[in-house]
């Protein structure tokens, strides 16, 4: 049996993550991506061009980026050849650095990424028969320390911008080779069926990879909204879904600014256990968690709420629990689907993953009692992407000696 006994654990259990600075670029241009259009138009106006102008400029440029991915004013062939050096000159099309990428001999692929003032954190994308789905990072690291996660095990580093969140995407569908190609000022027939180019790999998007989506609201929100404009990458929202740990008070503003589905990393269904695994249950219930989700905004028998059970052994994976589980659940009436998913281990992780038959036998008692319970499949284990291994070196530092460091590494420079 895996040794489960309670650890003192670091860290608050619902501190108020206070982002920490975005280092400005040194040449002082300004990266488009992230911003909505009317933060560009502004940017434009500010810059000297009229309004206009600006707004017309900001509209071509903003289809470039999010409809046919460049990261070059170059390639933006409708927009005056003398137009084009201005723009470069103040503004810059980013993406996050690509330190490293990974392919899993189950064809999952894991990258690690930078952002551009040196924070490493982590984007995993998933192909499947049907689909293929981009698992985006919200933060560097974690404010939340959940036992069975190895993210949990870093500190917040800080949260990433909209800009870093929908550079993901933007990444993925670089590497993928997923923008139309063909000339956009000059469509013909056949460059209009290559535009609306359809059968993509990358058709869905959750946010479950590093952090707390729902500590980094505004970011999150903000960038989703790129991510779902007609005129931005145009996802539908029912493709896309957010993953919390049960972060009540942000719950409502989820469903209502956003909209996207939902998930809800549940795991435990008493308090004792929950408290242990997830410790933010200690700040936001059971009870109270799972009347937020019931008030869901959106949620309906055809747009379910996703509980996710990480299967531990000897811990939370009882038939009393499975039993429990469904009890739970219908009593707060929900329309709620349920994710097993069996604990991926990683070094120094205090627990161990339910066996098949016990993981089997639990989803069969929440499937008997009317709840869909699939068991996910593990992906990407060989190279560390599955849920909860994503972890960056970046962790052990804490903040004050980050400071420290930049401080000296300052001084030296000067
Ligand atoms: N922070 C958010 C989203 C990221 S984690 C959240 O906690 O919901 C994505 C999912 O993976 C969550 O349900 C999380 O609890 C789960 N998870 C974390 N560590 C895991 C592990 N070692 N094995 C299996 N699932 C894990
Ligand atoms: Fe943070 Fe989610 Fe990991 Fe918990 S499971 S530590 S909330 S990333």
């Not at 990444?171 to 056949?190: C, F, N, T, Y």
């Not at 242990?276 to 028998?301: F, H, M, R, T, W």
């Not at 992906?379 to 530092?397: F, M, N």
């Amino acid at each position: 049996m895996a040794d489960t006994t309670l650890m003192s654990i670091p860290g608050q259990v619902d501190p108020v993550p206070v982002a920490r600075d975005i280092t400005p670029r040194e040449d002082g241009r300004v990266d488009l991506i992230g911003l909505p259009k009317k933060d560009i138009t502004a940017l434009f106006e500010g810059a000297g061009l009229d309004k206009r102008q600006a707004k017309l400029r900001a509209k071509q440029v903003f289809h470039w980026l999010y409809h046919r991915g460049v990261t070059d004013f170059e390639a933006m062939t409708d927009i005056a050849k003398t137009m084009r050096p201005w723009l470069a000159e103040r503004f810059v099309i980013g993406r996050p650095d690509v330190v490293e990428a990974q392919h899993s001999t189950d064809g999952t692929r894991k990258w690690l990424l930078k952002t551009s003032d040196g924070h490493e954190f982590e984007m995993v994308f998933i192909p499947d028969a049907d689909r293929g789905t981009l698992c985006v990072s919200s933060q560097v690291g974690c404010t939340l320390n959940c036992r069975f996660c190895h993210t949990g095990t870093m500190r917040l580093v800080r949260n990433l911008t909209p800009g870093e969140i929908v550079g993901q995407v933007m990444l993925a569908r670089d590497s993928l080779g997923e923008w139309p190609k063909g000339r956009m000022d000059d469509l013909g027939d056949e460059g209009e069926a290559e535009y609306n180019a359809d059968g993509r790999l990358l058709t869905n998007i959750v946010m479950m990879g590093m952090g707390e989506p729902l500590y980094n609201f505004d970011n999150v929100r903000d960038a989703l909204q790129l991510v779902m404009d007609g005129d931005g990458l145009a996802l539908s929202k029912r493709r896309i879904t957010l993953s919390t740990s049960g972060v009540v008070p942000a719950m409502a503003r989820c469903g209502e600014e956003i909209g996207v589905n939902l998930a809800v990393s549940l795991h435990a269904v008493s308090k004792e256990v929950r408290d242990e695994i997830v410790p933010i249950n200690k700040k936001y219930g059971l009870e109270e968690l799972l009347q937020a989700c019931a008030d869901y905004p959106g949620a309906s028998n055809a747009r379910r709420i996703t509980f996710e059970y990480v299967m531990l052994k000897d811990k939370n994976d009882s038939d009393d629990d499975a039993r429990e589980l469904v009890r739970l659940l219908k009593a707060y009436k929900l329309p709620a689907k349920v994710n097993l998913i069996p604990f991926n281990p990683w070094p120094g992780a205090v627990y161990e993953c339910s066996t098949p038959e016990r993981i089997k036998r639990f989803s069969d008692i929440v499937f008997e009692g009317g709840i869909s319970a699939p068991v996910r499949t593990p992906r990407g284990r060989d190279i560390d992407a599955a849920c909860g291994q994503l972890k960056t070196t970046a962790e052990k530092k804490s903040r004050a000696q980050r400071d420290r460091e930049e401080a000296e590494a300052a001084v030296q420079a000067s």
